[in-house]
């Protein structure tokens, strides 16, 4: 349980990090978050936890697919809320775009054999 705790609070840090960055530099604080610390914690995780090998490398290949379709959101979130769009239904419009560009790579890598 307390390894659960460690895990959760390390992460919980990361996303403050981010947070009180982009108060004071929005760029710096974009650039924090680009990093992919939560994707190289949850592959020290995983590794700690299974040490499978053949399981971090897929999560690793998954985990750059998924980045692709997420992308967008970051130039449609930012157009809306400039157009006048609230932040609510901003975010909200850029999040249903990246789960349906999600529902659509996941068909696209299986036609090409690409399990996701």
């Known amino acids: ?3 659960a705790i460690v895990k959760a609070a390390l992460s919980g840090v990361l996303v403050m990090v981010v947070s009180e960055t982009a108060k004071r530099s929005p760029a710096f604080g974009a650039l924090v978050a680009s990093l992919p ?3 190289v914690l949850g592959i020290v995780w995983l590794w700690r936890d299974t040490g499978d090998v053949e399981r971090i490398a897929a999560h690793a290949e998954a985990t750059f697919w998924y980045v692709l379709p997420s992308l967008p959101m970051f130039l449609v ?3 809306l809320l400039r157009h006048g769009i609230g932040f609510w239904p901003a975010l909200g419009l850029g ?4 789960v349906i560009l999600y529902l ?4 696209i890598a299986s036609r090409f054999g690409i399990a996701l």
């Open 1 to 3: 349980m307390f390894y």
């Open 37 to 39: 610390l939560i994707s």
């Open 77 to 79: 979130f930012p157009a």
């Open 95 to 98: 999040c249903a775009l990246t």
């Open 104 to 107: 659509i790579t996941v068909w």
